[in-house]
């Protein structure tokens, strides 16, 4: 089975940047889509970004794209969120997570991912 821990999330000021990192043990993670989603306190969870296993496909969320980027590094089995020009309103837990399919593309559906982290918090305040 697929294990995954989030890193990376702190205290940032408003236009500031951080890196989160989505770290897979077990089966690779190259051999899954990965997704980012954000949960802030009393809203809906929301899909960030995720990266396609087998073509590297990305999508972007409507709030994240422009200013954020998601990458895969093999080598370490790891999958990166570059965050930067970050907003009060990005303040979120941010979870990274996995499913394995044979569709190209990945979605920004939660329900698709069956493997989760426990999450990493993100605050942007001055």
């Known amino acids: 089975q697929l294990q995954i821990v989030e890193s990376g999330g702190g205290l940032v000021q408003p236009g500031g940047s951080l890196r989160l990192s989505c770290a897979a043990s077990?089966?690779?993670?190259?051999?899954?889509?990965i997704g980012w989603f954000r949960q802030a306190p009393g809203k809906e969870r929301e899909g960030v970004s995720c990266?396609?296993?087998?073509?590297?496909?990305?999508v972007y969320g409507d709030s994240a794209k422009g200013r954020f980027t998601v990458s895969r590094d093999n080598a370490k089995n790891t999958v990166s969120l570059q965050m930067n020009s970050l907003k009060p309103e990005d303040t979120a837990v941010y979870y990274c997570?996995?499913?394995?399919?044979?569709?190209?593309?990945?979605?920004?559906?939660?329900?698709?991912?069956?493997?989760w982290g426990q999450g990493t918090q993100v605050t942007v305040s001055s």
């Open positions: 997570a996995a499913y394995s399919t044979r569709s190209e593309l990945c979605r920004l559906v939660p329900g698709d991912y069956g493997y």
């Open positions: 077990g089966l690779t993670s190259r051999y899954y889509h």
């Open positions: 990266i396609s296993g087998s073509s590297g496909f990305t």
